[in-house]
């Protein structure tokens, strides 16, 4: 089975898109915001908090990156006129980062002077490492600005995420921690999967440590165990952190969490460049090939 999932992630971009929709559909919660505030209703009510995320990869204009960032006022608009309990999450390419920095930067300001204005909160989820320290320069300008609104993403697999996230623990940062999705040059990031679980138990050590509020974003059962016994150890009360999931990824692992009464968010992404972020999903999904063949022959709806 091994192989043929590997086959099939190299073979992915062959495959007609809309199989490739139907298989991902349960990652996206579909193409328009009505879509999204009905999916984060569902998951509110199983009391799990949400994040949304418009999707949109590769953008060229200054108008795309200006209809991004109108598209997550939107967002912020209908979570509060809704009532959920959900914040949102940015990537700032799709805001014109390799367009201008400065343009990107006022962008971002833009939207967490709303998210201030609603009380809500914007994570600045974390790109390709050739963007991890710009990323970090916008996150740090805006934070000075609504420290408390604004939150960042350090990937485990980064050789450098150490020393960034010594200098946020210091900064007290909102801290989302996650493996890290990118197909990273060795020369950056480790590849062996038990020393990027190693570095993430060791980074998330140090942020608890310093009481910094933590996104524990995985569905890895070692490093899950791992941080419920830290937070056990460390006696911290339940909104001091929370656990991170991706929507439909281990939904019976969520749903042990929230009854052990742990905080979890889900990360509900929605829109229209839905194909990007489903075919990474689908890299790291496990049954992919069963999911494929089950998707073309018509058994998967
Ligand atoms: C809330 C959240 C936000 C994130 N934000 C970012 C970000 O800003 N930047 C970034 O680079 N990465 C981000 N990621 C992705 C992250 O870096 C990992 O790539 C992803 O979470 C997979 O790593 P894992 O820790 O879950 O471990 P894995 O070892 O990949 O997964 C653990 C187990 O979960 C199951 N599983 C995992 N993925 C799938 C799937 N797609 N379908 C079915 N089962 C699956 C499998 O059983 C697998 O064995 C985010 C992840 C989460 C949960």
Known sequence: MKLLNNLIVTTLPLVPKPVVKIIANKYIAGITLGDAVKTVQQLNAKQALCTIDVLGED???KEQAEASREAS??????VHENNLQANLSIKITSLGLKIDKEFCQENVNAILRHAASLNNFVRIDMEDHTCTAETLEVYRTVRNLYPK??????????YRSKEDILALA???????LCKGIYNEPAKVAIKDRAAIQKNYNELLQVLLEKKCYTGIAT???????HAKRLIG???LSKNEYEFQMLLGVRNEKRDELLAEKHRLRVYVPFGKDWYGYSVRRLKE?????????KAIFGLEK
Not at 73 to 78: G, K, P, S, T
Not at 149 to 158: E, K, M, N, P, S
Not at 219 to 225: C, K, R, S
Not at 285 to 293: D, L, R, S, Y
């Open 59 to 61: 953008i060229f204009t």
């Open 149 to 158: 609104h604004v939150g960042i993403v350090i990937q485990a697999y980064l």
């Open 170 to 176: 210091q900064e007290q940062a909102n801290v989302r």
């Open 219 to 225: 569905h890895d059962d070692v490093l899950i165990e």
């Open 285 to 293: 999904n496990p049954q992919m090939a069963g999911h494929v063949f």
């Open 73 to 78: 006022i939107r967002v912020l608009n209908a």
């Open 233 to 235: 150890e460390m006696k």
